[in-house]
């Protein structure tokens, strides 16, 4: 219901990963510029690299709107500017990704965090009723909360917030069956909780009919000049490979002074934010694999110590080994 009043928005531009592989979301495909499907580990870490990339999309924006001299994005810069439209990006099923991927929860905060001056809008649902089927701090830190029919105060905290339960602001109220479609709501107004009744978009299975694809098709009509629709977002890419020794010769750059293991892991971290690997890694590991690539680390006192002529000399060496063979 959210994404299909969000694509009748002629800026906004939509993204959509469904963690099954259901077609809730088929009706939609044209409206979107992303569309993922599928409970699979590959959809898992292409999604979290999604969470990558919009982190430094808001940074990006954030840089833009200063450059404006603006503090956030209105609608009126998103209409003048079409790498600062509004991006909305839903994570369906949610709970296979936090379950699956150890950076989801913090990228979601900090996206969510960041991401409401700048126009990148973040929303997660799922069918779990456990409680902490959408981790705690993305709970906490997004703008609006909704829940329908639970059975404990677990499950409605988990979903509404902590303290949720005690403060009155009960899912648990709500009747299973009875009560279908309504859910109480948070952040949609000024006071402490509403009873949202929602509308069920009709869908015939049998018949192959979505009442979305309307909706859809009248949103496509009206799509402003530049707001990327499907196939029009650049694909997202996951590395499968990256060279320890190349990175961290480049990191060193042109210095000569020895660097610590530690501060060489940070480096390369920051250098590859998105390679897991790095993210792993501890400083003995470090050590043992640019050991293992023939690079000295010397020990001095309970420092590491990396010297950067000896991983050129050995960067190098290799070079010339591959043009020998």
């Not at 499950?155 to 109480?184: E, H, P």
Request: charged share 30%.
């Amino acid at each position: 219901m959210v994404m299909l009043g969000a694509a009748l928005d002629p800026l906004a531009e939509l993204r959509v990963h469904v963690f099954a592989l259901n077609g809730d979301f088929d009706a939609y495909a044209p409206r979107l510029s992303r569309y993922h499907k599928g409970a699979t580990a590959e959809h898992v870490e292409l999604a979290a690299a999604h969470l990558h990339e919009l982190y430094d999309e808001v940074g990006r924006r954030e840089q833009r709107l200063a450059d404006l001299g603006a503090k956030k994005l209105t609608r009126a810069i998103a209409e003048q500017h079409e790498d600062m439209r509004p991006i909305v990006v839903l994570f369906s099923e949610c709970h296979e990704l936090f379950g699956k991927s150890e950076d989801a929860a913090g990228l979601a905060v900090d996206v969510v965090k960041r991401g409401r001056k700048t126009g990148v809008i973040l929303g997660f649902d799922t069918q779990s009723a456990r409680a902490n089927a959408i981790p705690s701090e993305v709970v906490e830190n997004v703008g609006v909360n909704g829940c329908f029919s639970v059975k404990t105060w677990r499950s409605n905290d988990g979903f509404l917030g902590d303290g949720s339960f005690a403060a009155g602001i009960r899912a648990t109220d709500l009747r299973f069956n009875v009560d279908r479609g309504t859910m109480v709501a948070t952040g949609v107004s000024d006071e402490l909780f509403e009873i949202v009744r929602t509308f069920f978009i009709k869908v015939d299975d049998d018949a192959g009919w979505d009442a979305a694809t309307e909706v859809i098709e009248r949103a496509m009509g009206q799509l402003a000049p530049g707001t990327r629709r499907e196939g029009q977002a650049a694909p997202l890419l996951i590395e499968t490979d990256r060279d320890l020794l190349d990175d961290t010769a480049e990191v060193l750059g042109t210095t000569t002074e020895r660097i610590p293991a530690g501060d060489l892991l940070g480096a390369l971290r920051k250098h590859a934010p998105k390679w897991k690997p790095y993210r792993d890694l501890t400083v003995p590991k470090l050590v043992e694999a640019l050991t293992a690539e023939g690079v000295k680390v010397a020990r001095t006192g309970n420092r590491n110590l990396i010297d950067p002529a000896t991983v050129r000399d050995v960067r190098a060496r290799r070079s010339t080994a591959d043009l020998d063979e």
